[in-house]
């Protein structure tokens, strides 16, 4: 196993590619007595690290945002804007899930604001932009919500969303590495997510660091997003004198990938890094591999979280291959360990990756009333932007600046017999 790099508590993967979550969905849901849990790691952990992880996971003391006083006893109210209908109807389900979880942390924290419930709102966005805008337009004036988590299950969902909490002064919580720059929404920041720079560079980190190529294959879908995301790797290893050898680029529902893998291996990279936007087609490329005779001692990243997928990690030709994620079982954090007791306690299951970015985004938003110390939107949002959100996330204390960017980078886990085990993160 790789050794773990310094813990900055600088942390989230495309992740909500919902399309993604489907195949994983089942494996979320196993129960611990019937064997699924995944593998977890053994990390070492320093004195440096001992005495920056804190023993609770408990609320913080922090600055509070000037906040307006709170002499209501009714229930505080967040909404929870996704997808509960059409094609992304699973989203729904993680999304039941993480409040589920959350009201169990509340039980045991008395609620926010001294003792205040809180009452979560959903709304059914069915992943269609026109529901996305109409949602936060009811949260924010019908339903009058503090603070709205998740915001869509689309991409084009959640930059319209930006605006539409820009239109109605109602914060929110997205969900998406997209837009990519929310410094300009003073009432948008991101939570269950990373910013695609921070994640490509903790990547390139690892293959500089841990794997140390000197020839690498690039393997990826034939579209501009893919394209993007791998020449940002690309350059910065190409500066250090590494070799591209391979750039093949896969039409969208190829089936047979034989051909591009035979020009991969006739390369003789050390390293192949993949951008595929589909768990099915990294079961179809570790099917293949295997046919061909196996990778040869070629190393394999995918730059996504596609492949971060109990049925792709069950595959032979995927033991050993790494994939990029926001969180795995086994971390070394309070809040890693809070989060699996929650998931086991309420839903008897050890939570996968794909639970993590709508739980980020419902605690954070908790986090934002209590520190704001009020319950009124306007509050909410300048907490979230006051640079003094803090609180025990999974992958250690889970902040968000002044321009919206939470801290978190994303973990690269290895496949492992349909586990995934967290072999570098930051």
Not at 77 to 99: C, E, H, R
Not at 133 to 149: F, H, I, P
Not at 387 to 413: A, H, S, Y
Request: aromatic content about 8%; some cysteine.
């Amino acid at each position: 196993m790789f050794r773990r790099s310094k813990f900055w508590y600088k942390f989230a993967a495309p992740f909500l590619v919902l399309a993604l979550i489907v195949p994983v969905l089942a494996a979320c849901g196993d129960d611990e007595d019937e064997g699924t849990s995944a593998p977890t790691a053994s990390p070492t952990v320093t004195s440096e690290t001992k005495s920056s992880i804190t023993p609770s996971a408990t609320f913080s003391a922090m600055p509070t945002a000037t906040p307006t006083k709170t002499v209501s006893g009714e229930p505080v109210k967040i909404g929870v804007m996704t997808a509960w209908s059409g094609p992304s109807a699973v989203a729904g389900v993680l999304a039941d899930q993480a409040i589920a979880v959350a009201q169990e942390y509340l039980k045991g924290v008395g609620g926010v604001l001294g003792g205040r419930a809180i009452k979560f709102e959903k709304y059914d966005s069915k992943g269609m932009v026109a529901e996305a805008v109409a949602g936060m337009t009811k949260l924010s004036r019908s339903e009058k919500v503090s603070v709205v988590a998740g915001g869509g299950a689309s991409v084009a969902e959640f930059f319209a969303v930006v605006d539409a909490a820009e239109d109605n002064k109602v914060p929110v919580v997205i969900i998406a590495s997209s837009p990519s720059d929310l410094s300009p929404y003073a009432y948008s920041v991101r939570g269950g997510n990373v910013q695609e720079a921070k994640r490509t560079a903790m990547q390139t980190r690892f293959i500089l660091n841990e794997l140390k190529p000197q020839k690498v294959a690039v393997l990826i879908d034939n579209q501009a997003e893919a394209l993007e995301r791998v020449e940002m790797v690309t350059k910065a290893l190409e500066k250090t004198g590494i070799k591209i050898v391979s750039e093949q680029r896969v039409e969208i529902g190829t089936t047979d990938f034989s051909p591009y893998l035979t020009k991969m291996k006739y390369a003789k990279p050390d390293l192949c890094i993949s951008v595929f936007a589909a768990p099915s087609s990294y079961m179809t490329v570790f099917k293949q591999i295997m046919e061909l005779g196996g990778w040869d001692g070629v190393k394999f990243l995918d730059l996504t979280t596609a492949a971060a997928s109990a049925a792709v990690a069950k595959m032979p030709g995927a033991q050993g291959a790494y994939s990029t994620a926001l969180w795995a079982p086994g971390l070394p954090y309070p809040g890693s360990r809070q989060l699996e007791e929650l998931y086991r306690k309420v839903h008897n299951m050890v939570p996968s990756p794909y639970n993590l970015p709508i739980y980020i985004s419902i605690m954070t938003a908790i986090h934002a009333i209590e520190l704001a110390g009020s319950d009124n939107p306007e509050d909410v949002a300048k907490a979230l932007r006051s640079g003094n959100l803090k609180w025990e996330g999974p992958v250690g204390p889970f902040t968000i600046d002044t321009n919206g960017e939470n801290n978190m980078t994303g973990v690269i886990v290895e496949l492992r017999d349909g586990g995934f085990i967290p072999v570098y993160f930051e």
